[in-house]
């Protein structure tokens, strides 16, 4: 049987050797229900130590635990909030909602959003499942497809990071979406089609990596739909597309029109992405990655995505994308192999799914490959979500058919499968363990790979948040051994220097911060330029020179209006040179944007100096109803006043 023919297959839905299981489940739809049920319970399996693991700070902060509008639970006003920002270099309004809906439903126990992820996980492989028997015919063969994304361990980064909702979420999307396109293409009317673009809005509403959906409806069309110079007896062969060479042209330049509609939807989401990222900093400049670099990095990642799906080890969140150009020979090779491989599939008319899962591989990751630089990562197991489809598709049609023309019985082909899938299958669960806290997740990060300075920054954070600080200052140092103008590696080392009063080193790095920071036209250098400059003033305040103090707490102000320490900070300074009038309004000012008790103290200490007795009783009286520890809160203001 051709397999480029997916009228013809229904006869061949049960290989010979299946008798046994075909007479204990003789209903089809009872044989899909099982599969679909099979399918389930393998993802609950693999992934259940996932209800053990906590959050980690590699996003999960941003997107969950630290983020106001996420911890408020689905109200009015996250829901605006959600459609409208650009919070963590993005626009995902369905992924903040759907994190919105796990606070509302479960507050910040992390089971709660970790098991969501596995049911949609579970619901993806039911569904790519259910969408491969649909559009060919063959069931044992889609069943394997679907486990194999199920189990592949590759996947785990998507199911087990809760920051990756949105990858989960956006397969759910874009696998209805193409479940709807196989409807439209059986009976093509503007209904259908609106169900297509419906799903795959929602889809770019969770997460922008699904803007290759058009592309890939072609290879679609070529495979197994046979939209596409569609041999006799395929489904179309009524069609248009039989009607002779004027009407196939016309059918052809049809099915490149219907996708017009759905270009444009991914050309307005890869605006908008572009847009978010650019203002949260994300992407990378020329500067940083030059284009030969990105090009090899390109090549030499796909190599590596093919390796990780036929030998998936050493699975980290993060590998470090290289500062220096690749050897020649390596990404010769990885060119070339590339090159082959394309050369085969190419030749392989009679097996057009060699071409579509190829291309499928190849197509959908362009988008995350590099060319356009966001992120400190080479390549990312998440990336491979929905591209490794095209891959476990290829493999799984090709071992089918070999063993159809070797005449090898079901029995024979059964054993390997189902050993290949266990070993995945407990590969997975296994890799779902790496994620159960932070330190060991940044510990194991860090021992399979290289120069990974980011892994250092996030495992000292980690620890400094523990008060282990000197553990911390290590990892701080070893980030700088490995990129010296790294900010936020520089910003802990001054905060760790200042905390051991050793002054200059703290300026040193501070000031290193403050200059390289003004260069980053975004939040995220806007940020670490304002905290820099806030600390410098502290720093200036304390050792007496008020004249730098001023300098570097205005600046903060101006890049950061109506923060109360930084109000605080000026009128400390202010009042140490005497211009009590200047300390009064900063302080003022402080208390009208946030009341707290040591504010509210220092308040009342001006005004006492300035005679206004009336005033700064009323304030003590405030500061007292304020506080819950007023004698801990006058020690901290007299500190404040004394210059520590």
Known sequence: MSSSSSAAVGKHLERPGVSTFSKLFPSSRWRTLLFCLLLTVAVLISYNPLTHNGFINYDDDGYITDNPHVKAGLTWPTVKWAFTTHEQANWHPLTWLSHALDCELFGLKPAGHHYVSVWLHA????????????????????????????????????VAWAAERKNVLSMLFFLLALYAYGWYARGPDVRRYAAVAFCFALALLSKPQVITFPLLLCLWDYWPLCRINAPMGSQVESGPAAQGGNVSRWWSGWLVLEKVPLLLLSAASALVTMKAQKAGGAVKTLSQYSPLLRLETAVISYVGYLGKAFWPAKLVALYPHPTRLYPGWRVGASVLLLLLVTAVVLRA????????????????????????????????????????????????????????????????????????????????????????????FWLRTLALTQDNYVAQDMLGDFLNSQGRTDEAAAHFRAALAVRSDDLMANLNLAKYEYGRRNLPAAIEHYEMVSRDAAKVANAGGVFLHASACFHLGSIYRQMGDTTKAKQYLGLALQLEPDQPVTMIELGLTAQKAGDLPEAVRQYSHAMEVQSTDVGCLLLAHALQQQGRSAEATAMFERAARLSTNLPEAQKAAQSFLSGK
């Open 123 to 158: 619901a993806n492989a039911v569904l790519l499942f259910l969408l491969l028997q649909s559009a060919t015919g063959f069931r044992w063969r889609s069943l394997m497809v679907a486990a194999l994304f199920a189990l592949h361990p590759i996947n785990v980064e998507s």
């Open 349 to 440: 008319h009679e097996r057009r799914y060699l071409a579509v899962g190829w291309f499928w591989f190849l197509g959908s990751l362009v988008p995350m490959i590099g060319l356009v630089q966001v992120g400190h990562q080479a390549m990312a197991d998440r990336y491979a979500y929905i591209p490794f489809i095209g891959l476990f598709l290829m493999l799984t049609w090709l071992v089918a058919d070999w063993a159809k023309a070797h005449r090898i019985s079901a029995t024979w082909l059964a054993i390997p499968a189902v050993s290949c899938l266990l070993a995945l299958g407990i590969l997975t669960y296994r890799q779902v363990g790496y994620w159960h806290d932070v330190e060991s």
